[in-house]
């Protein structure tokens, strides 16, 4: 990351907002829209706060240069909820090649603890080590990361993952002294992870039209019923929906509660898309065992609002399984597969780390799916 030099890859597959920030970055000219704090990766460009700047972040998306080998982590008291999400953070490419370099810990200035660096530290040694290692630094402070997390009990690795990544991104503004929106969708993890949502509601009653864009870190979509495989799921997810009896729209033009149509779709898709299949209903305990069908490469263009982003094409890198006999998700086992930069697919059952073909990966009950574009 010294060098200025441009990556020798193709960038195209980055999501469309970011292409042409650094587009229009580059060709930026102004010798006082520019400034960068020493040490650090954040800037002001045109006035506005940057957490990180775009190109950074287009290296480290394209690097392969940083390889992670697998290595196990040790169950410190019903943590594999917790060590099923690590592992699938510590095998996100943007994520890896950061932390590999350990680019956080060099400007950190919190003096207590730290959730970024106690990751950074816990990746750097799993590329030194052949032996499982101890994520008890992350663990014993889980109600650090989210005040209903406890110690030693099971948690929902989905909520687990929300608050590491939500706990991660204010660590980061705080460092950053920056504040906003562009701010957020702009450090490490709104970059890979951060993209947005539309919502189109119609009153059924006046034809009075709302339009609503909303931030997402990641998408759960429903699996019950018919739903067989997550083309449908994501279908499910986007096709419209009559709101009526107690979701009745308060339409702003009839001043009052009417039935009507609402429709999501995804406006921008991100770089990291984290999909979480809903087997655990809210109020319902009953887990919904059944094999969803997922592929390798995933396009998402025909669950977009636009055609305007080309390449909204994926490859799967990592999953989380959950297994148990009480069915629900604060018992049972979590376990993951993960992909290194060599294509290679690895089974993360806590300490245990073993070879798997990607036929394996397919064939699971997979509860939470990531893929990179």
């Not at 990180?52 to 697998?70: A, D, G, I, K, W």
């Not at 290194?340 to 509860?367: H, I, P, Q």
Request: a neutral charge; glycine letters at 6%; aromatic letters at 10%.
């Amino acid at each position: 990351l010294a060098s200025e030099a441009e990556p020798k890859s193709n960038n195209k597959g980055l999501k469309t907002s970011l292409q042409k920030f650094v587009e229009n970055f580059r060709t930026s000219k102004q010798p006082n829209s520019f400034s960068l704090d020493a040490g650090k990766e954040s800037a002001v460009i045109h006035g506005e706060q940057v957490a990180m700047l775009p190109q950074m972040f287009v290296q480290l998306y394209s690097s392969n240069t940083m390889e992670l080998r697998p290595f196990g982590l040790l169950n410190c008291g019903n943590s594999c909820y917790a060590n099923a999400v690590l592992q699938c953070l510590a095998f996100t490419r943007p994520l890896t090649s950061y932390f590999l370099q350990g680019l956080h810990s060099r400007t950190c200035r919190k003096k207590d603890w730290c959730l970024i660096c106690e990751f950074e530290h816990l990746m750097q040694k799993g590329r030194e080590t052949n032996y499982p290692l101890s994520p008890v630094g992350i663990i014993s402070h889980v109600k650090r990361i989210g005040n209903h997390l406890i110690p030693g009990r099971q948690e929902d690795a989905h909520d687990f993952l929300r608050n590491v990544v939500e706990k991660m991104q204010s660590i980061w503004l705080e460092e950053s002294g920056f504040s906003g929106s562009l701010a957020e969708d702009s450090t490490l993890f709104g970059l890979s992870f951060g993209g947005y949502v539309r919502s189109k509601i119609k009153c059924l009653k006046c034809s009075g039209r709302s339009v609503q864009c909303d931030r997402l870190m990641d998408i759960a979509v429903e699996i019950s019923g018919d739903i067989d495989t997550l083309n449908e799921a994501l279908a499910q997810f986007t096709i419209s929906e009559t709101l009526g009896g107690d979701d009745k729209y308060k339409c702003s033009r009839c001043k009052s509660y009417e039935r009507a149509k609402k429709k999501l779709t995804v406006v921008e898709a991100p770089n990291i898309l984290t999909l979480v299949l809903k087997r655990f209903q809210s109020g319902n305990s009953e887990k919904l065992k059944k094999f969803v069908r997922f592929h390798e490469i995933l396009d998402l263009a025909p669950y977009m609002s636009s055609l305007s982003d080309e390449f909204p094409i994926y490859d799967l890198y990592a999953t989380v399984v959950h297994s148990n006999m009480m069915n629900d998700s604060y018992s049972g086992h979590y376990i993951s597969y993960v992909k290194n930069v060599k294509g290679e697919w690895f089974r993360m059952d806590d300490s245990r780390v073993s070879r798997v073909d990607v036929e394996t990966v397919l064939s699971t009950e997979a509860y939470m799916l990531f893929y990179a574009r």
